[in-house]
């Protein structure tokens, strides 16, 4: 492999669920098997069962999907790093910063399963349901949707929430306020403003008690070292390179918007010109080609996409 080539392991968040992900992989690797059984004995339930079989309303539940995805990107990571050169950085989306924590040896997956359970829990209980909602503005720049945000307020809470690529830009807060938000985003030229079907209002200052309840959490139960690799973090999409930073991005992170497109671009700037999206789904590949097409993004979630992955990279370097 051309050493200096740097590559970048990029990790999904919430929304990239889907029934039967890293099934296939648990059923060939043994690191994939043993990382689903780790999850099911450290949160005393079959999680693994939920991922692999569903019911898809059980998986969609925020306290399941979140250790979900975090357990089948660390399956996949597992799996791929014994089969790859190591990265130069990790970055992950939202929840994902936590398997890219898991990466860099921050803290140790038993405990990042536990904590994401619980951030899950405690983002559902902040907020009753209905009071909050979300919606995804497209084809509208930044300062307009904040501009929109501003207007459609009107005492109430209404913010981006996740800066995704040019093309995207998720909105959080007050159910009323969000959908004003989204009347405003169309009579103002937005391609399309539509309202997701999420259970909270992540992102946003709604969420400031799940955020302490997590800052508790974390302080209390969590061990966090210095990251091997740099972290581009989600908070303000600079590189988080000790254990206090680390610390203090992932509470922060629980009611600041998610800044995925100034991730990506200073993970360019640092030179990355091959991103790998470790985990189910391929959101973050479609969101790089909205950013930057001339990169490089490949995906490992199944066995089909590790052996297109590792050939990939192969050619690359040939």
Not at 62 to 81: D, F, G, K, M, Y
Not at 198 to 216: G, Y
């Amino acid at each position: 492999m051309n050493e200096s080539r740097k590559i970048a392991l990029i990790f999904p968040g919430q929304g990239s669920q889907v029934v039967g992900m890293g099934k296939e992989l648990a059923e060939t690797y043994p690191e994939a098997r043993q990382t689903f059984e780790e999850a099911d004995y450290v949160l005393g339930y079959k999680l693994s069962q939920l991922c692999f079989e569903g019911p898809e309303d059980q998986l969609r539940l925020t306290e399941i999907t979140q250790p979900a995805i975090l357990t089948t990107s660390v399956a996949a990571l597992r799996v791929l790093q014994s089969r790859i050169p190591k990265p130069s950085f990790v970055c992950g989306h939202s929840l994902g910063e936590y398997s890219a924590h898991v990466c860099a040896g921050t803290f140790c997956f038993a405990d990042a399963v536990r904590t994401v359970r619980n951030r899950g829990k405690y983002m559902q209980e902040a907020v009753p349901v209905g009071v909050g909602s979300m919606a995804a503005i497209l084809g509208m720049e930044f300062a307009k949707v904040e501009a929109v945000c501003h207007d459609a307020a009107q005492g109430e809470i209404c913010s981006p929430a996740n800066i995704n690529s040019p093309e995207q830009i998720v909105i959080s807060g007050s159910t009323a306020a969000v959908e004003r938000a989204t009347r405003l985003a169309d009579e103002r030229g937005a391609k399309r403003a539509k309202i997701l079907p999420v259970s909270a209002p992540f992102h946003c200052s709604l969420m400031k008690p799940a955020q302490d309840r997590l800052e508790n959490d974390l302080k209390k139960n969590v061990t966090i070292s210095k990251p091997v690799y740099p972290v581009a973090c989600n908070l303000d999409a600079e590189m988080v390179t000790d254990d206090n930073r680390a610390f203090d991005t992932l509470v922060r992170q629980v009611t600041g918007a998610v800044k995925w497109e100034q991730c990506m671009r200073l993970l360019i700037a640092e030179g990355v010109d091959t991103f790998i999206e470790v985990g189910p789904g391929k959101v973050l590949c479609g969101l790089m080609r909205q950013i930057d097409r001339s990169k490089t993004c490949l995906n490992v979630g199944d066995e089909a996409s590790l052996t297109k992955t590792l050939e990939a990279l192969q050619k690359v370097n040939a």
